[in-house]
């Protein structure tokens, strides 16, 4: 039975960047408060959450104040730290969703392709390489080109380099953070690239309806619902994330990345360990957003329904230009006065060239298509300008 | 030209109770903060809010201080002081919408109908009653029995006693506040009760689709949306209501309750200056929410598309049994499973019979109509027990 107090429970989140900001903005709704640990002054998260506890991610006596301030603890960042995690868990008893130990499994690419791949989950084929020799072997084993990845500290595509039999494999390996935190997958002909937001609960999964991601320079810029493809497509998309899920350990939301095949099969690319930004067209799109699905997942309450509520385009704004602390302004009038049109800004104190600053996410009003939807995102997004 | 900076706007809001929490849970997504006043520590809206300035409501200094940290300022309640407001928009340059000498209208019955008499809008035949002579000539007007009223300081049906020939007069004048503070309005036979939620904007107006209202014991229990009644009756509804803001000053929701009598026929009954409870429905149900269409109007901003996203049904959850300061627990889990339906806890700190204590909202998942949405969300609304 779950029941609600006065004052309600309380969720520390660890991180208090635009996913935790889109956290408290779910959970105040359920009367659930959130408290956020960044280092950060003033970070995105602070003006919706209750508090911030301002100190690093790795900060043990930090997130020992966090623990026992809430009732359930959870993480918006895979820098999270995994050790302090697991012993404040033990420490003080509070619950923490998902459980700190998945981190390894997203921190390490190749502990976490061997451990879906002995799970039957397909993933692109891969090989671990100590050496430059390694790297050679590998890619007679899975063709050239292929791509050399970072075992650990990739993000946005950093840490990926395509490699052939001409590359320096030696200087390509040191590239990617040398011996010991390298791996070679093969390279992926995919026709589009998918995602799907699974959800972990107490008693069960659910799953959203399959997006389909644009991403440019390795950013995604769009998703779109539902994904332009069959329907066998994104049947098979959604079971194999589910069959992500039993890799995974503890309650939440995941946000699965998947590679759809030219013969319509599906492998996996990359887990988040949280709310992810190709979920957040669920805010407006679905009938329960990803936001509030990982907060009842974290709390062990009932899911909620994930079905579409109508096609919807999400498109994020990116920062362009320079660095500025101060100066960023853009004009939004376009997308304020566009019906359907939705604005979610995250009072970040600094643009930088493509941060994810906000997002817009336009939902039907009449009878548009996805591609209309897709379309009217993209001009909207395009019409803003920073100073 | 709308611009967005980085901190962006901050939004002062004197009242801090679930309208100032719901108010702050739409403002955040827009990268607007919100500061609350509010006398009560820890109120509703003081975890989404960025800050809480605990002060009563008349409390110049701290409304002074309100401003200072603000941009724009408005007020969730008719107990905003008006002249602290006047005089210090005037001493700050922080401009207050809607415009406080709006609330000299809504503060005084009789001072409202007279201005919307003249303005042409409907309302019921009323007069002033200042004796118990007068109420004997207004009976004999306006035909018995009709409903004597306090010009002042009523609420949710409070200071409100139907009178006919036979009442003490003398005894009905002095219980609802006696001279000067009295009115007879015509008892009003009414079909249906409606309300329309509408904007005024910097530029031009907007409203809601109208829903329909189901009060017992003077108290708003459930809103359905489109109302249950003729096309011609909603849009009679909906110019009325747009003829409501001409008589109103300042920007910004106002919530205008009306009847719609046997013959098609609107009056206006009460107007909120602010976003209000019947509106509720419009965070799931409508393409924007009334908090949302608040924040942009009282900063200028362009208004957000106010078309429905389908059927809706919202019930309130008001508190049963006792007085209560920490036990109140309510076991939500058919609320939280039930497809379509999206959980409002308030976060009060304590409950009392008949308090606000949430509010749930149904949307249509498959083809329910409004009535089954009705019929479900009572139901959710009953499964919930209070400790």
């Given at each position: 039975?779950?029941?609600?107090?006065?004052?309600?429970?309380?969720?520390?989140?660890?991180?208090?960047?635009?996913?935790?900001?889109?956290?408290?903005?779910?959970?105040s709704?359920?009367?659930?408060?959130?408290?956020?640990?960044?280092?950060?002054?003033?970070?995105?998260?602070a003006?919706?959450?209750r508090?911030?506890?301002?100190?690093?991610?790795?900060?043990?006596?930090?997130?020992?104040?966090?623990?026992?301030?809430?009732?359930?603890l959870?993480?918006?960042?895979?820098?999270?730290d995994?050790?302090?995690?697991?012993?404040?868990?033990r420490?003080?008893?509070?619950?923490?969703h998902?459980?700190?130990a998945?981190?390894?499994?997203?921190?390490?690419?190749?502990?976490?392709?061997?451990?879906?791949a002995?799970?039957?989950?397909p993933?692109?084929?891969?090989?671990?390489?100590?050496?430059?020799?390694?790297?050679?072997?590998?890619?007679?084993d899975?063709?050239?080109?292929?791509?050399?990845?970072?075992?650990?500290?990739?993000?946005?595509?950093?840490?990926?380099?395509?490699?052939?039999?001409d590359?320096?494999h030696?200087?390509?390996?040191?590239?990617?953070?040398?011996?010991?935190?390298a791996?070679?997958?093969?390279f992926?002909?995919?026709?589009?690239?998918?995602?799907?937001?699974?959800?972990?609960?107490?008693?069960?999964?659910?799953?959203?309806?399959?997006?389909?991601?644009?991403?440019?320079?390795?950013?995604?810029?769009?998703?779109v619902?539902?994904a332009?493809t069959?329907?066998?497509?994104?049947?098979?998309?959604?079971?194999?994330?589910?069959?992500v899920l039993?890799?995974?350990?503890?309650?939440g939301v995941?946000g699965?990345?998947?590679f759809?095949?030219?013969?319509?099969?599906?492998?996996?690319n990359?887990?988040?360990p949280?709310?992810?930004?190709?979920?957040?067209?669920?805010?407006?799109?679905?009938?329960?957003?990803?936001?509030?699905?990982?907060?009842?997942?974290?709390?062990g309450?009932?899911?909620?329904?994930?079905?579409?509520?109508?096609?919807?385009?999400?498109?994020?704004?990116?920062?362009d230009?320079t660095?500025?602390?101060?100066?960023?302004?853009?004009?939004?009038?376009?997308?304020?006065?566009?019906?359907?049109?939705?604005?979610?800004?995250?009072?970040?104190?600094?643009?930088?060239?493509?941060?994810?600053m906000g997002?817009?996410?336009c939902?039907q009003?009449a009878?548009?298509?996805?591609?209309?939807?897709?379309a009217?995102?993209?001009?909207?997004?395009?019409?803003?300008?920073?100073?």
């Amino acid at each position: 039975m779950t029941t609600l107090s006065t004052p309600g429970p309380t969720l520390g989140v660890v991180g208090g960047g635009q996913l935790g900001r889109m956290l408290a903005e779910a959970a105040s709704p359920l009367g659930v408060d959130v408290l956020v640990l960044d280092p950060t002054t003033d970070c995105p998260a602070a003006p919706p959450a209750r508090d911030q506890i301002v100190a690093e991610f790795d900060d043990t006596d930090a997130i020992r104040d966090l623990a026992e301030r809430a009732d359930y603890l959870t993480f918006e960042i895979e820098l999270a730290d995994q050790d302090a995690l697991e012993r404040i868990e033990r420490d003080t008893g509070v619950p923490c969703h998902p459980k700190p130990a998945t981190l390894d499994l997203i921190h390490d690419k190749l502990v976490q392709k061997r451990a879906l791949a002995d799970a039957g989950v397909p993933v692109p084929d891969f090989r671990e390489v100590e050496s430059p020799g390694d790297v050679a072997d590998a890619l007679d084993d899975l063709g050239a080109p292929a791509m050399l990845k970072a075992r650990t500290g990739g993000y946005d595509g950093r840490g990926n380099i395509p490699v052939d039999e001409d590359t320096d494999h030696a200087a390509a390996l040191a590239e990617v953070g040398g011996e010991g935190n390298a791996m070679v997958e093969s390279f992926v002909d995919y026709e589009r690239e998918l995602s799907v937001i699974a959800v972990q609960g107490d008693d069960g999964t659910a799953a959203f309806p399959v997006g389909e991601n644009v991403h440019r320079e390795q950013i995604l810029r769009e998703t779109v619902v539902p994904a332009r493809t069959s329907d066998d497509v994104r049947d098979r998309a959604r079971d194999v994330a589910l069959d992500v899920l039993d890799v995974l350990d503890g309650r939440g939301v995941y946000g699965i990345e998947l590679f759809e095949h030219a013969d319509g099969s599906i492998s996996v690319n990359e887990i988040a360990p949280r709310p992810h930004n190709s979920g957040h067209w669920t805010i407006e799109g679905a009938h329960s957003s990803q936001f509030e699905q990982h907060v009842r997942a974290v709390l062990g309450w009932p899911l909620a329904a994930t079905g579409l509520r109508g096609p919807t385009a999400m498109a994020n704004l990116l920062g362009d230009g320079t660095d500025s602390r101060d100066a960023a302004i853009a004009d939004v009038d376009a997308i304020l006065e566009a019906p359907g049109a939705n604005l979610h800004w995250y009072g970040k104190r600094e643009t930088r060239p493509l941060r994810k600053m906000g997002h817009v996410t336009c939902v039907q009003t009449a009878d548009e298509s996805v591609g209309d939807l897709l379309a009217g995102a993209r001009t909207l997004r395009d019409s803003i300008a920073f100073d």
